[in-house]
């Protein structure tokens, strides 16, 4: 998505690789992070902090280190919708999916998120969401959480053979956008075009990827992860044009532990478009932890103009 944060994070003053963040308007006893409190954050943590209010509703705020070319990393706003259900009272069990519709630009500044559960079952819950600046909707989404119940289980989409991370050469340069700055991302095949000379023939990309510094793996975080890749018609045409992600979805095939086994690990994630046509282009894409699990597939529609 190229929509992303911008402006400082809002909450507690904490440490990064050590060094000091300053931030606005602490909450008493720090971060509030799904159904953690964090007194130091990560700066992924920092981002997607928020603040319950007296109505239920969520205060945010875009985050500088998350901004795209124009507004806030699209990944960056799935994890805070996300996170919003995460740290709602009310929730069920844990997510197995969301959806973010990008109804607006998402400006610069705070914002408020109001996630309720429209129908909770015995053991599954779904979830209306939506995201206001200044009174008007600008985000739009839905999530389904569930209480996981073991079962027979397989990988149908196994992970493909690629080299291992210590093989794979970080990019010579990176993008100029904030948020990439915040991933450590080693390129196998599909990385953004060196040349933009209309010559791609494809729109496979596979990559290695994790948060920079490291994280430990969660829902909010793999959420964001899920949306690291550039855009599809980039790849295909090596032709710079506009783009908008108008929808995106993440499915959670892994569970809190497996999220926990994976830690700091990396990711590989590949993403490959099915359609380009009248304006618009979709991508389905699939991570996998270093051990060939498969954690969450993921797919987008995106406008674009010629």
Same mark, same amino acid.
């Given at each position: 998505?190229?929509? =992303?944060?911008?402006?400082p994070p809002v909450?507690?003053?904490?440490?990064?690789?050590?060094?000091?963040?300053?931030?606005?308007?602490?909450?008493?006893?720090?971060?509030?992070?799904? #159904?953690?409190?964090?007194?130091?954050?990560?700066?992924?943590?920092?981002?997607?902090?928020?603040?319950?209010?007296?109505?239920?509703?969520?205060?945010?705020?875009?985050?500088?280190?998350?901004?795209?070319?124009?507004?806030?990393?699209?990944?960056?706003?799935?994890?805070?919708?996300?996170?919003?259900?995460?740290?709602?009272?009310?929730?069920?069990?844990?997510?197995?999916?969301?959806?973010?519709?990008?109804?607006?630009?998402?400006? #610069?500044?705070?914002?408020?998120?109001?996630?309720?559960?429209?129908?909770?079952?015995?053991?599954?819950?779904? =979830?209306?969401?939506?995201?206001?600046?200044?009174?008007?909707?600008?985000?739009?989404?839905?999530?389904?959480?569930?209480?996981?119940?073991?079962?027979?289980?397989?990988?149908?989409?196994?992970?493909?053979?690629?080299?291992?991370?210590?093989?794979?050469?970080?990019?010579?340069?990176?993008?100029?956008?904030? =948020?990439? !700055?915040?991933?450590?991302?080693?390129?196998?095949?599909?990385?953004?075009?060196?040349?933009?000379?209309?010559?791609? #023939?494809?729109?496979?990309?596979?990559?290695?990827?994790?948060?920079?510094?490291?994280?430990?793996? #969660?829902?909010?975080?793999?959420?964001?992860?899920?949306?690291?890749?550039?855009?599809?018609?980039?790849?295909?045409?090596?032709?710079?044009?506009?783009?908008?992600?108008?929808?995106?979805?993440?499915?959670?095939?892994?569970?809190?532990?497996?999220?926990?086994?994976?830690?700091?690990?990396?990711?590989?994630?590949?993403a490959r478009a099915?359609?380009?046509?009248?304006?618009?282009?979709?991508?389905?894409?699939?991570?996998?932890?270093?051990?060939?699990?498969?954690?969450?597939?993921?797919?987008?529609?995106?406008?674009? !103009?010629?």
């Open positions: 998505m190229w929509v =992303w944060d911008r402006a909450f507690l003053s904490a440490f990064n690789s050590g060094l000091l963040i300053e931030t606005e308007g602490p909450p008493a006893g720090g971060f509030l992070h799904g #159904d953690t409190l964090l007194t130091t954050a990560h700066i992924f943590d920092q981002a997607v902090a928020l603040q319950q209010q007296s109505d239920g509703t969520f205060n945010g705020h875009t985050s500088a280190a998350y901004a795209n070319m124009v507004g806030p990393f699209g990944g960056i706003s799935a994890a805070q919708l996300l996170n919003a259900v995460l740290l709602h009272p009310q929730r069920l069990g844990e997510p197995v999916s969301v959806t973010i519709n990008f109804a607006a630009a998402l400006a #610069d500044g705070p914002f408020v998120i109001d996630a309720h559960p429209a129908r909770t079952n015995r053991s599954t819950q779904h =979830w209306v969401i939506d995201v206001q600046q200044n009174g008007e909707i600008v985000l739009t989404g839905t999530a389904f959480t569930a209480i996981r119940r073991e079962t027979w289980s397989v990988d149908e989409d196994a992970m493909p053979p690629c080299p291992p991370p210590d093989q794979v050469a970080l990019p010579p340069g990176q993008a100029p956008m904030e =948020w990439v !700055k915040q991933y450590e991302m080693r390129p196998i095949v599909g990385g953004m075009p060196q040349v933009w000379d209309g010559s791609g #023939d494809g729109s496979l990309t596979q990559l290695w990827v994790r948060d920079q510094p490291p994280r430990p793996l #969660d829902f909010a975080s793999l959420a964001a992860l899920s949306d690291v890749f550039f855009p599809r018609l980039f790849v295909r045409r090596a032709t710079s044009v506009p783009v908008g992600t108008v929808s995106m979805t993440v499915y959670f095939h892994a569970d809190a532990a497996q999220l926990q086994a994976t830690g700091t690990g990396y990711l590989l994630a590949q099915q359609a380009f046509r009248n304006g618009y282009f979709d991508h389905t894409a699939q991570l996998w932890n270093e051990a060939g699990v498969l954690l969450a597939t993921t797919h987008q529609l995106v406008y674009f !103009k010629n």
